[in-house]
Every structure is written in C-alpha cells, then in structure tokens.
C-alpha cells in the first residue's frame, strides 16, 4: 500500500525548510513538587492513566493471529491477544474460575486456546470460555457469562491503545491514525523490545523528548553529527504533539512535496499523551511507553520496529547496530540516565522549579494538557 503524507505532515516539513524560527517569549517555569509529590502521582493515576486512552504495545508485537502476551508494566495484570479472526482485544489476565493468572513471562504465545495452567480451563484468544475439565461438576455454568474480562481497546495505524475505563473516548487516537499510515507502520516488523527501569518521574523521561536543545550536548558521542542544533518545530494534534528535526546540511535541497526525500533526511517525533513517544527514522522507528511506578519510578519499553526481515547478515548487522545504539547509548545511556540525575536533584530540594527557555517549549506545553487534564477532571 502505497504510503500517503498527511497535510500536516508535510506542512511541518515545508515550515522547518523555511527556517522559521522557534517563537520566542518569557523564561518559563515548573513547579519540582510535579516531579517529587506523592500525592500528585497518585492523582496522575488516577485521571490519566487509569482513564485516558493510552497505547500499550506496537501492532507488531502480535503480528499472527491465535497470539497472546502478558503485560504487567500497568500496575494490573493484562493480557494482549489477537484472535483467529486478526482482532486485537485487551483483557485481565484473570481466569474466571479462581482468579490465576493465565500466562506468564513477558514472550508472545501462539496458540487457539490458552489454557489456565490451576485447573485447566481454557480460553480461546476472543476470551470466550472454549473449555472446562470435568464439566459434570458445574451443572449450571453458564459458559457465555465467563468470558475472560475485556478492557475498550483500539488497534488503528499499527498501535494497540486501551483504557481501564469503560467510559474511554478513542476518538483521538483513531484520529491520529493516518499519520502513522504515512510511515506504514501497520505492515512493520519487531526487531527488539526491551524494558528499562529508570529511576525517574515519568515526567522527566518525556521532557526530553519534547525538546532538541540537549542534543548537541547531552548525545555528542552518539546522534549530536546527525542534527543541527536548534533546526526543530513542532506543532500540536490534539492533545498530542507533533515535532520535527532536519539532518545537517540538506535543508536548502529538499523538495517538501516528496515524501520520499522528507523521509531520508527529516525525523518526525509524537509525543502521544499521556506517555509514548515514537521517533520515525529514516529507515526504523522506535516506540517508547512509559509506565510510571511511583512518583520516581518508571518502565519504559522500547520497541525496535523495522520495515521488513533483513536479507542478509549484512542487514541483520545493520538493524542490530541501530538497536544497541539507540537502546543502549542514546536512550538507556543518556536520556534515561539524565532522567534518573534530574530525579535526584528535584527530590533534593534544591530547586524549587525548572527554568525553560524558547527551545524547550514543547515540555511547557505538555505540563499544561497535564494540567488542565487534572483539572477538568476535580
């Protein structure tokens, strides 16, 4: 299927090509209690993550039908699965009879049916009740009335989203679909996935992703040749933001109107409220869920997503490079790391806010659809 830009898409391109500048303003600010206080989390729990629609996994990570994977990062026992049928469905990883968990471990299963391992009831991938052992011994079970329990749930542009509330309004995340079938992410492959435990407000880990200004600085060794300092821009969808980061020195050669030559040399990072962040490389793309733990504590699962099956070892070399650099160095070595520094330092007391300057604007906007989020919902 052919991969058709969005407008959006391509005026951001056409905006950064012009040069236009980052707007300029007043020295922002925010508070350190909204990285540090209990309390706070526990609100953030409560009417973000335990009411917005949220993204929990890449469609790939279940690309064939009669699949399934635990997923515990939430703070709840869950279960990812799709069907015979190709649907993708979000439920408790919670047998009906006596409450066991289903499947454990954190690999994919591929099965028709998953079968508790307590007494062996079975499930098919639906969630339908498919099988009890000694039915003779409950008479009256109504099969249709123990179905697994399912969470709302969307699969659309090649991201599985679901919501603990039953009341959940995807509107949004169906609407951001066609920018993602811009990149064909639907039809990708999962090359790596890996869960990093860092010490860091959920919070912080998204700053710096809604920002270039510490790329020359905080990536020298890594990514920093690949960028110029400061040729970003960003806009919004929705709660959502959209931003954009040219490579050095292709700028004044690059037709906006193709898609193909914005792709080589242009990448385009969403910051997916409440807490995902996608990075669209060139050739790959790296999808980031954030599962906060605790007020300083987060599980972040990296995703490595790739176009197709490398052909040779040379490939295959290729996309193992690219996962450990980003995995390992720019990501688990640096941004992590400086989340789990800045964590310390705002739990020390130390300062009482963080300061923002014009090339940090995209996390003052964040903080604000936090905030007015908390808000709406008192």
Same mark, same amino acid.
């Given at each position: 299927m052919r991969?058709?830009?969005?407008?959006?898409?391509?005026?951001?391109?056409?905006?950064?090509?012009?040069?236009?500048? %980052?707007?300029?303003? %007043?020295?922002?600010?925010?508070?350190? #209690?909204?990285?540090?206080?209990?309390?706070?989390?526990?609100a953030e729990q409560q009417h973000l993550f335990r009411r917005l629609p949220q993204v929990i996994a890449p469609s790939a990570l279940l690309p064939k039908n009669n699949s399934a994977?635990?997923?515990? /990062?939430?703070?709840? %026992?869950?279960?990812?699965t799709r069907d015979k049928q190709g649907r993708a469905h979000?439920?408790?990883? &919670?047998?009906?009879?006596?409450?066991?968990?289903? &499947?454990?471990?954190?690999?994919?299963?591929?099965?028709?049916?998953?079968v508790c391992p307590y007494h062996a009831w079975a499930y098919a991938l639906d969630g339908s009740l498919a099988g009890v052992p000694r039915p003779d011994t409950f008479p009256d079970l109504d099969k249709a009335a123990h179905h697994l329990r399912e969470l709302p749930s969307l699969e659309a542009g090649g991201l599985i989203w679901f919501s603990f509330d039953e009341r959940a309004d995807f509107s949004d995340a169906s609407?951001?679909?066609?920018?993602?079938? $811009?990149?064909?992410?639907?039809?990708?492959?999962? +090359?790596?996935?890996?869960?990093?435990? &860092?010490? $860091?407000? +959920?919070?912080l880990i998204m700053d710096a992703f809604l920002e270039g200004y510490h790329v020359q600085r905080l990536h020298s060794q890594t990514i920093a040749r690949f960028f110029t300092d400061g040729i970003s821009i960003a806009d919004r969808l929705g709660p959502h933001q959209?931003?954009?980061?040219?490579?050095?020195?292709?700028?004044?050669? &690059?037709?906006? #109107?193709?898609?193909?030559?914005?792709r080589a040399i242009m990448t385009y990072t969403y910051q997916l409220f409440p807490a995902t962040i996608m990075i669209m490389s060139p050739d790959y793309v790296n999808l980031m869920v954030l599962m906060p733990q605790s007020e /300083?504590?987060?599980?972040?699962?990296?995703?490595?997503?790739?176009? !197709?099956? %490398?052909? #040779?070892?040379?490939? !295959?070399?290729?996309?193992?490079?690219?996962?450990?650099?980003?995995?390992?160095?720019?990501f688990g070595g640096e941004d992590y790391r400086a989340a789990a520094l800045g964590q310390e330092g705002l739990a020390s007391g130390a300062i009482d806010e963080i300061t923002l300057g014009n090339l940090?604007?995209?996390?003052?906007?964040?903080?604000?659809?936090?905030?007015?989020?908390?808000? #709406?919902?008192r």
């Open positions: 991969q058709r830009p969005t407008e959006g898409q391509l005026a951001l391109a056409a905006r950064l090509a012009a040069g236009e500048e %980052p707007p300029t303003g %007043p020295i922002a600010t925010v508070p350190a #209690s909204v990285y540090t206080d209990p309390a706070r989390f526990a994977v635990a997923h515990d /990062g939430c703070g709840a %026992p869950l279960l990812i979000v439920f408790w990883n &919670v047998c009906r009879h006596r409450g066991t968990r289903l &499947v454990e471990g954190s690999e994919t299963v591929c099965a028709p049916r998953l609407a951001l679909a066609p920018e993602f079938d $811009a990149f064909g992410l639907a039809g990708h492959r999962l +090359w790596r996935r890996h869960v990093h435990d &860092v010490a $860091a407000n +959920w919070k959209r931003s954009l980061v040219a490579r050095s020195g292709y700028l004044d050669q &690059v037709d906006t #109107s193709d898609w193909a030559a914005v /300083g504590r987060t599980l972040v699962e990296d995703f490595m997503l790739i176009p !197709e099956w %490398p052909q #040779s070892a040379e490939e !295959e070399e290729h996309w193992e490079k690219s996962w450990r650099l980003l995995d390992q160095g720019v940090e604007g995209g996390i003052k906007a964040f903080h604000d659809q936090v905030e007015a989020t908390l808000a #709406s919902a």
